[in-house]
């Protein structure tokens, strides 16, 4: 019946973190491998050795990560790709620093500007200090973005310790392939977002849901972000009388999230109180996550309009985003009653 529903959690937003960075900590003899081929977006450093990395977060692909001991101590690099999700990177580094000085005790931003990269591209290079564990860490971080998909590199020591030469040039060396910029989304959509709330176009996020037009993220939201997204999917429940529809979606939301705890399920008016549509308000866990999806269900003749509002479960409602679940309007939509 082609019920979706969603929460489009952005990778890179958990990966621009120290918790994603190669910490100082592990000796490089922890899971040696043989030193790789120098990939042919960034330059190895050389004398370091190659390690596995333990980022651990999904959406993420490795693609080098690396350990230097000299001395009785250990710096680490590494480089990181991922779903740019639409994003320029002046956006991407603005969320980045926003969600570490919420998030990194005794987080100290150094230093922050705009570097040339290869292909007259541009990336954003910060410079920033961090506690872990008690110890103080510096971090330098480079990032860019090329079409769809983002680079982070990583170069993390002791603030004690003095900056490798090697791995300032490894970091300067990133270069992205060159790809055509994701063009913003301004097509026509029944659902009128919150101010504040960054647009993406759907087709620079990875991901096998069908049917999204229109696509949100709070800037502000922080390593897992709150999102709002409309699904439009061909239905022919929208004729069902109002207690037989509740029941229709609440089994469809068992089916696609069988461990999923239904909080709420209500007829509501939408589109202004102009129609009648349905609002569900559920628990899931995807990838490790707690969400919170609260959804608005509208039907326009055989076809169906879902606005979700997803957020983690350890963060409050915004409000605003709740009022605008209720802003969705196709035209011609209507219930039986």
Not at 237 to 242: A, F, P, R
Request: one cysteine or more; proline letters at 7%.
């Amino acid at each position: 019946m082609g019920f979706t529903t969603t929460v489009l959690a952005i990778a890179w937003l958990a990966v621009f973190t120290p918790s994603a960075s190669p910490s100082p900590g592990p000796s490089p003899g922890v899971s040696p491998t043989p030193a790789a081929r120098p990939a042919p977006l960034f330059t190895v450093p050389k004398s370091w050795t190659k390690i596995k990395s333990a980022h651990g977060l999904s959406g993420l692909v490795d693609l080098g990560s690396y350990a230097f001991a000299r001395n009785g101590y250990t710096q680490g690099f590494n480089v990181l790709e991922a779903s740019s999700a639409g994003l320029d990177v002046d956006e991407i580094t603005k969320i980045n620093l926003a969600d570490l000085a919420k998030a990194e005790k005794h987080f100290r931003l150094l230093s922050q500007q705009t570097v040339p990269l290869c292909n007259g591209q541009h990336g954003q290079l910060v410079k920033y200090r961090a506690d872990d564990g008690g110890k103080q860490l510096t971090f330098e971080q480079l990032f860019a973005v090329s079409g769809t998909k983002g680079y982070v590199v990583t170069y993390s020591r002791g603030s004690a310790q003095q900056d490798d030469a090697q791995a300032l040039a490894a970091l300067h060396s990133l270069c992205p392939p060159l790809a055509p910029a994701v063009a913003a989304d301004t097509s026509p959509v029944p659902f009128t977002a919150p101010a504040g709330w960054q647009r993406i176009n759907p087709a620079a996020i990875q991901t096998d849901v069908q049917g999204i037009i229109a696509f949100w993220i709070h800037p502000g939201g922080g390593s897992v972000p709150d999102t709002l997204n409309v699904v439009k999917a061909d239905s022919h429940i929208g004729s069902l009388t109002s207690s037989a529809l509740g029941d229709v979606l609440d089994a469809a939301v068992k089916q696609k999230f069988p461990e999923a705890v239904m909080r709420r399920s209500h007829a509501e008016m939408v589109c202004s109180g102009s129609v009648s549509g349905w609002y569900l308000e559920y628990a899931v866990n995807l990838k490790g996550i707690d969400f919170i999806l609260e959804q608005a269900v509208a039907f326009a003749e055989n076809v169906q309009y879902a606005a979700t509002y997803g957020r983690a479960a350890t963060q409050p409602e915004d409000p605003a985003a709740r009022r605008a679940l209720d802003t969705l309007c196709p035209a011609g939509a209507q219930i039986s009653s």
